[in-house]
């Protein structure tokens, strides 16, 4: 079982919809959490990092952890064509462990 | 430096070649890691550095891949005897210190391709 797993995708979201992708980890000892977004051809940038249980709002995204479940998710609102990306998962710390990561692709 | 700094962009090898990549952390940042991406896949860990030393080089995949950072800024991998299998984009990021709030800033990658 790999330490974070993601659903691959593709994961097809109309412009303006809301995408939502999980992530699951497996070390229970894991206090950070990341996503970050990734265009094709192009390095990891980081968009949203969570600590505590819950939510954390930063503009269209939403990050929510749930440790106790093991699980982390993040919300994209009112998508747009340019949130297609890959967005992965990592939980650490000090090293970050990444998932494979969720294609989305937004639709006009 | 205004972000983090790897060299060469692209690498292209002979199998049984030797290379090395180069990364360059942002000014003040402690810690430094190095990752491989294949296609399709996450970043997978290989070493990070605290300073000078190597904390944890777990994911290094067998003794032909090394790396040193000797004045705790500056970073080489250096990967022996290059194989196909060793063709990723290495990745390089670097922290303030391991774990910081606020995540770890990625370079641009060297895409390795050994033929």
């Known amino acids: 079982q790999k330490e974070v797993e993601q659903n691959s995708g593709p994961l097809s979201v109309p412009e303006g919809a809301i995408a939502s992708l999980n992530c699951t980890y497996s070390?229970?000892?894991?206090?950070?959490f990341f996503w970050y977004r990734q265009y094709s051809g192009k390095s990891p940038e980081l968009i949203m990092f969570?600590?505590?249980?819950g939510d954390k709002e930063d503009g269209r995204f939403t990050a929510q952890l749930n440790k106790a479940s093991q699980y982390v998710s993040l919300l994209i609102r009112d998508s747009q064509p340019s949130d297609s990306a890959t967005y992965l998962c990592?939980?650490?710390?000090?090293?970050?462990?990444f998932g494979a990561g969720t294609q989305v692709v937004v639709t006009p | 430096g205004a972000g983090v700094s790897q060299t060469p962009s692209n690498k292209v090898t002979e199998k049984g070649k030797y290379v090395e990549l180069r990364c360059d952390p942002i000014?003040?940042?402690?810690?430094l890691y190095w990752y491989r991406q294949s296609l399709g896949q996450g970043p997978e860990f290989l070493i990070y550095?605290?300073?000078?030393?190597?904390?944890?080089d777990s994911g290094l995949p067998n003794d032909r891949f090394f790396a040193v950072r000797p004045e705790g800024s500056v970073s080489t991998l250096k990967i022996q005897r290059t194989e196909r299998g060793d063709s990723a984009v290495y990745l390089c990021?670097?922290?303030?210190?391991?774990?910081?709030?606020?995540?770890?800033?990625f370079g641009s990658g060297t895409r390795l391709t050994v033929v």
């Open positions: 000014s003040g940042h402690t810690a």
């Open positions: 990021a670097s922290s303030l210190s391991p774990g910081a709030s606020g995540g770890y800033t």
């Open positions: 550095f605290q300073g000078t030393g190597a904390a944890d």
């Open positions: 070390d229970r000892g894991s206090q950070s």
């Open positions: 969570i600590y505590s249980n």
């Open positions: 990592a939980v650490g710390p000090p090293k970050l462990q």
